[in-house]
């Protein structure tokens, strides 16, 4: 897998583990946001991959998702 190919590929898992998380929660965009002290605009664009978010942001979304912050960092188990 060519480098760019794999940061992709982890940017797009830490964005959907974020929506994830935040739908299991029933939280809305803008009820994250405002949690996280950021934009609705710029939690929109981490979680569909169009930008990464900062360590500080991410910190503030773990922490407003009440979850830890590796959480998002690690992929999931597959469990068969």
């Known amino acids: ?21 935040r739908l299991r929660q029933g939280l809305t965009l803008t009820n994250l946001a405002e949690r996280a002290d950021l934009s609705a605009s710029a939690l929109s664009q981490i979680e569909r991959s169009i930008t990464d978010p ?3 942001s991410l910190r503030r979304i773990a922490s407003a998702l009440e979850v830890p912050f590796f959480q998002f960092l690690v992929e999931p188990l597959n469990t068969f």
């Not at 897998?1 to 998380?21: F, N, V, Y």
């Open 54 to 56: 900062s360590v500080g």
């Open 1 to 21: 897998m060519k480098p760019a190919a794999r940061q992709h590929q982890s940017g797009s898992t830490l964005g959907a583990g974020i929506r994830s998380e």
